[in-house]
């Protein structure tokens, strides 16, 4: 086993530095893109093995970067591989000719078209979500990804992709700093890849934050702030994974001021349902994805 550093450098114009392996023989990676980067050296920390990585194969000191997550490769017929995934945004120096491919800068939402890992498509779904620092467990037989696991759950390869609100499988992104779990989604694991999604914490709400409700095309907070702005924000990225995924179904917090679907509560704060949807559940319905309420999972089982 041995432990390498891989920084995906990106640019003001939304593009990553990509690698194309073309140069180097008995290379596991021959013809593939990837980001850059290679193996410690005695003594290195992660940050040492990336700094002097990126100088070595680019030319680039870099300036500012952000460890993103823990990815664990494990292939037939090559060692286990610890890798430290990074980013980077700030950097100085000159571009110069790399010995082990060509590097060549890729806008971010070509980089998918391009001959990459199976796996790296998950990592890359998580960059783009800003999902908090991660662990991710990769297993191949040739080029096939046969196993994959985030955070030590099992994800369902090849399986429908399904959209789902984080709070529903536990996370404590509520409102309030709690969550409402869901038991059934424990089934919906083994039939659908869950992708999940907290609109309100995509638009920048704090948690705990106050509790909100629709009040016609607006969102307010209990004390009476205007949190539209935020909602949207939220919903509209909301509706970019699921575009970016493939997504046409989701399961999403019933009543919700983001999430809840055909019925929302009224904005008196006092419990009284009325027809409506959730911001980002309206958005998603226009992109066409069919929204299931927590109530309605045996549906989709």
């Not at 939304?14 to 003594?43: P, T």
């Not at 998580?126 to 999902?131: S, V, W």
Request: glycine residues 10%.
């Amino acid at each position: 086993m041995f432990n390498c550093t891989l920084c995906y450098i990106e640019n003001d114009r939304g593009e990553y530095l990509m690698l194309h392996r073309v140069k180097k023989k008995n290379d596991v990676n021959q013809d593939k893109w990837i980001g850059v980067g290679g193996k410690f050296e005695e003594g290195e920390s992660p940050e040492d093995c990336l700094l002097r990585e990126v100088r070595e194969e680019t030319g680039l000191e870099l300036k500012r970067y952000r460890l993103r997550g823990i990815v664990t490769f494990v292939t037939v017929g090559w060692e286990t591989e610890y890798m430290y995934l990074y980013t980077a945004d700030r950097y100085t120096g000159t571009l110069r000719e790399c010995d082990e491919g060509d590097l060549e800068w890729v806008p971010k939402d070509q980089v998918e078209a391009l001959p990459i890992w199976e796996g790296d498509k998950i990592f890359f779904r998580l960059l783009r979500e800003d999902r908090p620092f991660f662990s991710l467990k990769l297993s191949y037989e040739g080029d096939k990804l046969v196993y994959a696991a985030l955070d030590g759950e099992e994800m369902a390869l090849g399986r429908e992709k399904l959209l789902i609100s984080a709070c529903l499988l536990g996370r404590n992104c509520k409102y309030n700093g709690g969550n409402n779990y869901t038991p059934l989604v424990e089934e919906l694991k083994a039939r659908y890849e869950l992708i999940p999604v907290c609109p309100e914490a995509f638009g920048g709400l704090k948690i705990p934050h106050e509790p909100s409700e629709r009040v016609g095309d607006r969102v307010l907070s209990k004390s009476g702030e205007d949190v539209t702005a935020a909602f949207v924000r939220g919903a509209e990225k909301t509706a970019e994974i699921a575009r970016r995924n493939g997504v046409r179904l989701a399961v999403l917090k019933e009543r919700s001021p983001s999430c809840g679907c055909g019925a929302v509560y009224d904005g008196t704060f006092t419990g009284t349902v009325v027809p409506g949807d959730g911001v980002a559940a309206a958005r998603l319905k226009e992109q066409g994805v069919a929204i299931y309420g927590e109530s309605r999972i045996k549906e989709l089982l």
